[in-house]
């Protein structure tokens, strides 16, 4: 049954709050499998992107869990839209966390995913938690205020900042 797979609503605790996202579960007779969590940059919610990769791992037989992070998209959270990448950086721990209660999946063999901002992210997960086993960082943003700066300078100030 390669490449099938099926979408779950799942939720988990992080930090006291709700985070809602979707598992991509492959349909296959592995009893143990790898699995990655996946989490947007800036204000993505997990609608945006992540799915079509998260479809493309669980057909590829790797679990994908997809959420938003406190106080954006589905998930719970006051200051709604408000970005702390602390806060995100410890909902992705909850999420892995949330992983290696699933019976189906290898807890020896979670993976973390991020694009921009949670590019970024995925890095500093690699470098700070141990269960982390294999990272995918797309366009990463390193510097948050300088992100910030060089998006929000008027044209031609000679605005230096990271992007």
């Known amino acids: 049954m390669t490449g099938q797979f099926v979408r779950e609503d799942v939720s988990f605790t992080s930090q006291g709050e ?3 996202g979707w598992y991509y579960r492959p349909l296959d007779d592995v009893a143990k499998r790898p699995a990655v969590v996946l989490a947007g940059g800036w204000c993505y919610v997990r609608e945006i992107v992540m799915p ?4 493309s791992l669980a057909a590829a037989g790797v679990g994908a869990l997809v959420f938003d992070y406190r ?3 589905t998930s719970d959270g006051e200051d709604r839209q408000h970005l702390d990448p602390t806060a995100q950086i410890s909902d ?3 999420a892995l966390t949330y992983l290696e209660s699933r019976v189906d999946v290898d807890a020896d063999r979670l993976g973390v995913w991020g694009i921009s901002y949670s590019g970024g992210h995925a890095l500093i997960l690699a470098a ?3 269960r982390v086993r294999a990272i995918v960082s797309i366009v990463p943003s390193l510097t948050g205020i300088g992100t910030c700066v060089e998006f929000t300078a008027p044209s031609g100030s000679g605005s230096s900042g990271n992007a």
């Open 92 to 94: 992705y721990q909850s």
């Open 128 to 130: 700070v938690d141990e």
């Open 52 to 55: 079509t990769y998260a479809e």
């Open 71 to 73: 106080n954006l998209g």
């Open 18 to 20: 709700t985070c809602r």
